[in-house]
């Protein structure tokens, strides 16, 4: 292993090279390498024609992050979990053809550094069937300059499967830790989450690349203990140590104690979210929640339940996780998202995919952008632009409960909200009930015969998935029926026979009515 300084990274990539990374936000990322390859992309032109592969969200939604590969003629592809959270540059550039551009499942990118690192043949699974993709749908293929056929539908035992194929060579690996010692031994003592490291690293070895990580500090050799040592020195080429403003914690935070697991806070001392409509969507979607389950919250809304459930004390009723593989205590949002406040475990990212693939998942609670008249969702392309889906497919395909929760139009509408009901002052610009979607992220079809209990809430009405279609069951307070519903969505659902009202105590500011829901049978 040597000791290098980071401005030596752009050096040692090769042109054409195939270079894997992990990272979520800004945690587990190694940002200073990255500007050293753009450094050198600029200052003397390579390296070039780089291919790139992630696992999820990289980058800050500004200029950090992934945004910094974004140059014509550095990047030629990239294969990655998520598009849009890598940041408008990353997104424009997938738009405007300046990179081959292909998106796959967040768990399937995680497992993909395994199956690299074992030398198999790629990840076979059930995850992506009828969705974009599945080869006859678009093969995940997210612009026009990417051609390959990266995923083949295959039968096994009589039975569909997707085969996303492994990479037959990795040439650099970019990995994060908190601390190296000289020997290359590297521990991750201050990051909020175990994004598989380990295995991104073993890949590059099995397929006779490289390994860099970026490190806070160099250490003498001895002094970690065994088991905090994540990555073993064997492993480990190069290491360089950062400067501290490359070397988040996450995207929001440089570093919180709390989200490596150091501390408990009071979940007081936790902000709670505004009144708003958000807030209002969050509780109902928290009213489908029961105890003893096991969640997981996407980006977004169904962030704001985890703040919900701790404001009405129901926290300990459920068990809550995220994709980056913390299991309790409560998610945090926004550019923090992966970490938590005040949890119970922190397991491998690819571990915590297991259980969702695997059916431990109780309930899933996502995001959506468009739903089609049989349930089929959008939640990965909007106006035009890939955003890719992160752990969307592996949430929903795993969960045995999904609920989607969304704003029943898109385009700024405006509320009135309060004293128990809910009024539209003018509505949204753009329907997201239309009777062609955009693109399939989710389908219906897959999801019936697999058994699965499917909800859609919105601020003003809620939907089951049925066999026969979209289903209307339940309206909100002060909503009209004709008014703000059916004129506002492309085709006409089925109306339930006994179409309920939302219970209006989540109309008003405080509630405290969510034990009771949760512990109903």
Not at 230 to 243: N, T
Request: proline content about 4%.
């Amino acid at each position: 292993m040597k000791i290098i300084p980071s401005s030596q990274v752009g050096r040692l990539i090769p042109d054409g090279a195939s270079v894997l990374l992990t990272g979520i936000t800004l945690g587990g990322y190694a940002e200073e390498a990255f500007l050293q390859i753009e450094r050198s992309f600029l200052d003397c032109g390579h390296p070039r024609d780089l291919t790139l592969y992630w696992q999820a969200s990289v980058g800050d939604m500004a200029t950090k992050g992934l945004s910094h590969i974004c140059h014509e003629g550095l990047l030629a592809k990239g294969v990655g979990g998520h598009i849009n959270g890598c940041g408008k540059v990353m997104t424009e550039f997938c738009r405007d053809n300046k990179a081959a551009i292909y998106n796959w499942p967040q768990g399937v990118c995680v497992a993909m550094l395994h199956a690299i690192a074992a030398k198999t043949p790629g990840v076979v699974t059930k995850i992506g069937l009828k969705t974009f993709m599945d080869p006859r749908y678009g093969g995940g293929r997210m612009n026009a300059a990417a051609t390959e056929d990266l995923i083949d539908l295959v039968t096994l035992r009589g039975e569909e499967w997707l085969l996303y194929k492994a990479p037959k060579k990795i040439d650099v690996t970019l990995i994060r830790g908190t601390v190296a010692d000289e020997r290359g031994n590297i521990a991750m003592t201050k990051e909020g989450y175990k994004l598989g490291q380990l295995a991104a690293a073993e890949a590059a070895r099995a397929t006779g690349g490289i390994v860099i990580c970026q490190v806070e500090r160099i250490v003498k050799s001895g002094t970690l203990h065994p088991r905090l040592v994540e990555v073993p020195g064997v492993l480990v080429d190069y290491v360089y140590v950062a400067q501290p403003e490359y070397h988040w914690q996450t995207a929001a935070s440089q570093f919180n104690p709390v989200f490596a697991g150091d501390y408990k806070v009071p979940l007081e001392s936790i902000p709670p979210v505004k009144f708003d409509i958000k807030k209002v969507m969050a509780r109902r979607a928290a009213m489908e929640l029961r105890e003893g389950y096991i969640v997981n919250l996407g980006i977004g809304t169904p962030e704001y339940i985890s703040a919900v459930a701790s404001e009405e004390g129901c926290s300990a009723l459920f068990t809550l996780s995220t994709e980056a593989g913390n299991i309790g205590g409560v998610p945090t949002v926004g550019n923090d998202f992966g970490c938590c406040w005040n949890g119970e475990a922190m397991i491998e990212t690819a571990g915590i995919f297991d259980m969702y693939d695997g059916g431990s998942l109780d309930a899933g609670c996502l995001g959506f952008l468009e739903v089609g008249p049989n349930g089929d969702l959008n939640s990965s392309k909007k106006e035009g632009l890939g955003i890719g889906v992160g752990g969307f497919m592996n949430i929903a395909g795993g969960a045995k409960h999904v609920v989607f929760i969304s704003s029943f139009t898109a385009g700024k509408p405006e509320y009135q909200l309060g004293n128990g009901e809910l009024h539209i002052i003018r509505d949204g610009t753009k329907k997201k009930f239309i009777r062609q979607i955009a693109q399939i992220s989710f389908s219906a079809e897959v999801a019936l015969d697999q058994g699965k209990d499917i909800t859609y809430v919105t601020e003003r009405a809620v939907f089951k998935l049925t066999p026969q279609g979209l289903m209307l069951t339940e309206i909100a307070p002060g909503i009209d029926l004709q008014r703000d519903i059916l004129d506002q969505m492309e085709f006409t659902p089925l109306l339930s026979d006994e179409i309920k009202p939302t219970p209006a105590e989540i109309f008003f500011e405080t509630w405290g009515g969510l034990k009771a829901h949760m512990t109903k049978e």
